[in-house]
């Protein structure tokens, strides 16, 4: 089975790989180039059953600490750092007694 359209488009094409002794496997060169994928790309391997799916990792946009502020706001009484490491310790001790 070959249609063999290196576009960018949809393709039946098969190739033939092999596994090395460390797990790796070489993607074709032409199939990098058709998905823009350069030396260093992190892939997510989904197991689909009857093999494997490999997809891009898609990386976030560089941000600022000034551009995300205020994203996930507090509704109440601010609390103190005290506050924060008093309810820490409290469920440390909660799960310690628990067993958990």
Known sequence: MSK???DGLTTNRKELLQISKEGQV?????????HSW???QELIVIDTGD???LKPKK???ETTLNEVA???KHHGTPKSLDDMNDAIHQGVEESWH???
């Not at 070489?26 to 058709?34: F, G």
Request: charged share 20%; hydrophobic share 35%.
């Open 59 to 61: 990386s976030f946009a």
């Open 70 to 72: 205020g994203y996930l």
């Open 51 to 53: 093999g494997i799916l």
């Open 4 to 6: 063999a359209r290196w």
């Open 26 to 34: 070489i993607i074709p060169e032409q199939l990098r180039k058709s």
């Open 98 to 100: 628990s067993g958990s």
């Open 38 to 40: 350069e030396t260093g």
